[in-house]
Nanobody, 117 residues
Framework: QLQLVESGGGLVQPGGSLRLSCAASGFPVDYYAIGWFRQAPGKERTGVSCISGRGGSTIFYADFVEGRFTTSRDNAKNTVYLQMNSLKPEDTAVYYC?????????WGQGTQVTVSS
């Protein structure tokens, strides 16, 4: 069964860091593109980052990332990471990972990130 499970969220002060994990099962993370998204209260879900599949390593970031986040992949652990540095209060949101396999979207359950002093 194909599944994505996010973890690593929490409460952090402005300027702090968090590393989110997206653990996959049922498919190889290096073959399918994995995207990170976030949804703040009252706002639409928006893309944060995407790492390419098919063994590639092309990574895209949303403009608001401004070099603060880094996406990486550990094939041995079948996990994709989102390292977030210099966090701002406006980064507060539920973060999700997503993949598309055979035309179907699969989402994780999300992990809450709260940036507040």
């Amino acid at each position: 069964q194909l599944q994505l499970v996010e973890s690593g969220g929490g409460l952090v002060q402005p300027g702090g860091s968090l590393r989110l994990s997206c653990a996959a099962s049922g498919f190889p993370v290096d073959y399918y593109a994995i995207g990170w998204f976030r949804q703040a209260p009252g706002k639409e879900r928006t893309g944060v980052s995407c790492i390419s599949g098919r063994g590639g390593s092309t990574i895209f970031y949303a403009d608001f990332v401004e070099g603060r986040f880094t996406t990486s992949r550990d094939n041995a652990k079948n996990t994709v990471y989102l390292q977030m540095n210099s966090l701002k209060p406006e980064d507060t949101a539920v973060y999700y990972c997503r993949t598309v396999v055979a035309g179907r979207q699969y989402w994780g359950q999300g992990t809450q990130v709260t940036v507040s002093s």
